[in-house]
């Protein structure tokens, strides 16, 4: 009788128990037909990937205390719903000493930075990659989270509307406080600035860069927007006291910026108001809660504004129409129904496999937009769907390539 594998695994629930795996061997030498081979960054530890019923997770062998401590972080910083890969499971205590498994579920429709520049090219890339890494970083940092390591590597994108989102995917490095100090953000940004020249040069020695994008100023406005968004986010602000619309605008600014403002912090003094904005009432995600909230529906920060306007624009017409006012819920619930629904049901299932409902419901909305222009007058969702499943189809190419790996 052959003696069980030794390894102490845990594992939440929703996910596989991953039993079937060779425990007993390094990761690097796996032959178990559930590995996949799927485009990733570059990782200083053996990572692979495997499937299960159509879900894929990565796997990264390193040593158990860095594997316990990184599976602590990536809870915590799920917990407080921040933009981070989602921790499965962990494998310790394995036999003939060989290192932990730190196990998480791939983030589905996401690229690493390094394909963003191969295949078709996304308009405006410089921009949306100074975004989403600059947001990812300040979001972190409002809660308290040192990265330690911010890298475009240790990042995945997802398309947004048009811009990118940015995760994180290894934290490793990390370290959690109740709050950052200016000097352990500012390290922080220094190392993102180093890192972003290196990997950028790589990227252009091996297929080039485009144009507009040069290594050094890429970092250095990585910093800039990261500033630029924590003084928003944080600065102290004082006006009179016939002033106080500015109240309002700085709170419409944030939620143009994705923000909600939980408390504020408003002094009264002879010369008028001071207000000061605690970085932890600040939560991101503003426009995405709002429409889950109002639709059940999961977006990106950016689809969920652009699905928000749409609905908008839905109920305006649905009160014209019925000649009385409709609550935002109920526009929202008609909305969900009679557009969004139809719309995606009306795009051939092998889009799906390159992108999200709600991006994909976006690109409809985008496409009705141009229609529109062309036409002077509004074409309607329905023409727009069916042109844009003309254009799409004949140039379909998954955002998510996974090969099956030799031997």
């Excluded at 890969?85 to 310790?92: Q, S």
């Excluded at 308290?144 to 890298?151: A, L, P, Q």
């Excluded at 910093?223 to 602000?237: F, K, M, N, P, S």
């Excluded at 999200?356 to 909305?365: S, T």
């Amino acid at each position: 009788m052959t003696e069980p594998t030794r390894f102490q695994l845990v594992a939440r629930t929703g996910h596989p128990s991953f039993l079937d795996l060779p425990w007993d061997l390094p990761l690097e030498v796996w032959q178990t037909p559930r590995i996949v081979n799927v485009i990733r960054g570059i990782s200083r530890h053996v990572v692979r990937f495997v499937e299960y019923d159509g879900v894929l997770y990565a796997l990264k062998e390193l040593p158990e205390r860095p594997a316990r401590r990184e599976w602590t972080l990536l809870r915590g910083l799920e917990g407080a719903g921040l933009p981070v890969v989602e921790a499965a499971a962990l494998v310790t205590e394995r036999e003939d000493d060989l290192d932990a498994v730190l196990i998480t579920r791939h983030l589905e429709y996401s690229l690493p930075y390094r394909a963003l520049f191969s295949g078709a090219a996304i308009p405006d890339l410089r921009t949306h990659l100074l975004n989403a890494l600059a947001e990812l970083l300040t979001r972190l940092h409002v809660r308290g989270f040192f990265w330690g390591d911010c890298s475009l590597s240790n990042a995945l994108f997802r398309r947004d509307a048009g811009a990118l989102s940015a995760y994180l995917v290894d934290a490793e490095t990390g370290e959690q406080h109740a709050a950052l100090s200016d000097g352990q953000r500012g390290y922080d940004l220094d190392i993102a600035q180093l890192n972003v020249v290196g990997e950028l040069l790589d990227i252009d020695a091996e297929i080039g860069l485009p144009p507009d994008l040069d290594p050094e100023e890429t970092a250095e406005e990585v910093v800039r927007r990261y500033h630029a968004l924590w003084d928003e986010l944080t600065r102290e602000e004082t006006f009179g006291t016939d002033e106080r619309f500015r109240l309002d605008e700085r709170l419409h600014r944030l939620n143009r910026l994705g923000f909600d403002v939980k408390e504020i912090q408003l002094n009264a003094t002879p010369q008028g108001y001071r207000l000061n904005l605690d970085p932890h009432v600040v939560e991101p995600g503003h426009h995405r809660y709002r429409l889950l909230r109002l639709t059940g529906l999961d977006a990106q920060e950016n689809q969920a504004r652009r699905m928000l306007n749409d609905i908008a624009r839905y109920r305006e017409a649905m009160e014209r129409r019925e000649k009385r006012p409709l609550s935002e819920s109920v526009a929202a619930s008609h909305w969900r129904e009679e557009v969004f629904e139809p719309t995606i049901a009306a795009v051939p299932e092998n889009l799906w496999a390159a992108l999200p409902a709600a991006e994909v419901f976006h690109q409809v909305l985008e496409h009705r937009w141009f229609l529109s222009e062309a036409a002077g007058k509004d074409v309607g969702i329905d023409k727009a769907v069916e042109s844009y499943v003309a254009s799409e189809l004949p140039m379909l190419r998954p955002e998510r390539i996974v090969l099956e790996e030799e031997g």
